[in-house]
């Protein structure tokens, strides 16, 4: 199979998983509405539709959904940028254990074929990597930095939840995803910071150890 081929299942299968987010997202939404209306009561319906945890994952589904849907577009159309947007997103994803992981790790094998660069049209790779890398880690320091004033935040939010309950209350939840709707973000954001400044240090490394053997196989240094 050719980088051709490659690149046009890489462009559909992204397009797959833009499609997979949304029914996720509709299917979370479904599941709540049917929690609600199963148990015959109207305030736990919209209580279930309306909660900020459960809402957070629905809009993460429909967020995640549109980067998918224009990376896989733009490898079918062969745009450039395209290189760039698809390997952040394949970074991202090699934590979505298995299908997530299975489709990053196809994705990266594609796209740093020496081939892919010119099929997308862009110049020679070793420069479409080094600004891709650059954007990564510039991703990942944004992310960590924001992650602390998220914590922070939520942690006071946090206490002022907690306060409003009865010491019965407190006891039942106190683990309660309360914790989730406040401080899971901030430390998500962190966590996803380190493994994208991870791929751009392993990038880097990689990008120079074929720099280096490109040189050393250069006719002029032999």
Known sequence: MGTQEHLTNLGRLYLVWGALNVLFAIGALAAMAATGLLSGNAQEVTEAVTSDVRSAVVAIGLLAAVPAFIGGIGLLKRKSWSW??????????????????AIAIYALWVLTRPETAQSLGVGANTSLMRRTIKVTLALSLVLMIASYPACNLGEHAVRGELSKLSPTELDQRQFDMVYARWVLPGIAMFLWGTMLALVAIVSWLVERRRRGRQKAGAPGDR
């Not at 698809?86 to 299908?99: E, F, G, H, Q, R």
Request: net charge neutral.
């Open 84 to 101: 760039s947007l698809v390997y952040i997103l394949a970074c991202m994803s090699l934590l979505n254990v298995p299908l997530g992981t």
